[in-house]
């Protein structure tokens, strides 16, 4: 009788769930403050606030036709470089190596200063790293930047995709796992949503007694905050 009871006991168990309360606000999956690394004076900015740019396109430009000058005359140093090696490559046998190398330096050496003219002119193009949204502009033609004192002149963030930064109390530290579900809502919005955890941060916060973790979303206002409950599974 006592194992029947024992067995009963066993299949009665139940999956009850613990609510922990977490709050959070909402930041941009990717986000970038971009700037020139060379000195100059703006001479085109092709973006403005709210404008949606995909990766590698051109954001701004210093003036630089003194460097494309230059790019222009190491281009045309190394085509007659290369052709000046070329013809020794064809009667080596009837140079010194000496001669030969010498050639052969001429051509690296043309090669390499076109690498470095490229170099210096591609400092003076701005382009996107990602797919984004230009959030801030702090920039205008003839605007004059430099080198030295490196300031953002336009930030980027990812179009749609976001994420949670929650906060629970350091307590619960044990029982929050990546995967576990965030049911919440947002600021101004009574539509209710869910997630699930992503990622949790390794430490606790020291000043608040607070640990975060990550939850994925998409097309919130970055900036916004909410709360919510993460659900957590307690087998009993």
Known sequence: MKKIIL???????????????????VEADQSANLAFTSSGTVNSVSVDVATEVKKDEVLAQLQNSDLKAALNIATTALKYAKKDYDRQLKVKKLVDASRLDSFAFKYESAKAQVAYQQALLDKTILKAPFDGVIFEKIVEVGDVVSGQAIRTILRLQSLHKRKLILEFDQKYWKDIKVGQVFNYSIDGDNKKYSGKISKIYPFADSGNRKIRAEVEAKDFVVGLFGEGYIIVPDEK
Do not use: E, K
């Open 7 to 25: 067995s009963l006991m066993l299949l009665a168990v139940t999956i009850q769930a613990q609510d922990i309360y977490a709050t959070f606000s």
